[in-house]
């Protein structure tokens, strides 16, 4: 049971435009959401988290926006980079669980 | 370097066969978190370890099993191995336990053939 999903396999963007990648989830326990980043050939790296008192976490270009009645939250990236090509992963938990539930992940391509 | 060491990097072996995946937690790091990502699938969890305990449990195979030595590192021992075991197999570690981040390891990439 895929409880945190990310329907888009796939994202292209041109250089200096906005990546949007969105991310939806079906356990209302959830109660914190993290993306990760992946290279090839290399494991997950964190890169911003929000908790659900939040609807929105800012770390440079990096911003996570939450919307806790749609269950949906999602990452933009501005301006987006090449070095953004990756995998993005979403995640969720809750504060009583050890462990977290990622979605399948979006692949990033920035183009120059 | 993430400083969460695995072991090996590849490995490839035949059905029926039994691996050991090693995993060095950061330094200071007590708890070891293990997941299995398959083919175009997100991470799936499978158990974790703090300080030597067993803490979670996941969708863990009963042919699976893991442990927690003394210096904290981990081991994650695969058996009678399946086609479908294939996949790249994570492990993550942090300070404490709960979902504070976790750091992940460049994972194990298992072939059964």
């Known amino acids: 049971d895929q409880q945190v999903k990310q329907n888009s396999p796939s994202l292209s963007v041109q250089e200096g435009r906005i990546s949007i990648l969105n991310c939806d989830y079906t356990n209302s326990m959830f109660d914190y959401f993290l993306w990760y980043k992946k290279y090839p050939a290399e494991g997950p790296t964190f890169l911003i988290s929000?908790?659900?008192?939040?609807d929105k976490n800012e770390d440079g270009r990096f911003t996570v926006f939450l919307n806790k009645s749609a269950k949906h939250l999602s990452l933009h990236i501005v301006p987006s980079q090449p070095g953004d090509s990756a995998v993005y992963f979403c995640a969720a938990s809750t504060s009583n669980d050890y462990k977290l539930s990622f979605g399948a992940g979006t692949t990033v391509t920035v183009r120059a | 370097d993430s400083g969460v060491t695995q072991t090996p990097k590849h490995l490839i072996t035949a059905t029926g066969q039994r691996v050991t995946l090693r995993c060095s937690p950061r330094?200071?790091?007590?708890?070891v978190y293990w997941y299995q990502q398959s083919l175009d699938q997100g991470l799936q969890f499978l158990i974790q370890?703090?300080?030597?305990?067993?803490?979670a449990k996941g969708n863990i195979l009963e042919r699976f099993s893991a442990q927690q030595f003394p210096d904290l590192h981990s081991e994650l021992n695969l058996s009678s191995l399946e086609l479908g075991d294939s996949a790249l197999y994570f492990c993550a570690s942090s300070i404490r336990t709960g979902n504070y981040g976790y750091t992940f390891g460049s994972g194990t990439r298992l072939t059964v053939v």
């Open positions: 370890y703090y300080n030597g305990e067993e803490r």
């Open positions: 929000i908790s659900s008192i939040k």
């Open positions: 330094s200071g790091d007590l708890s």
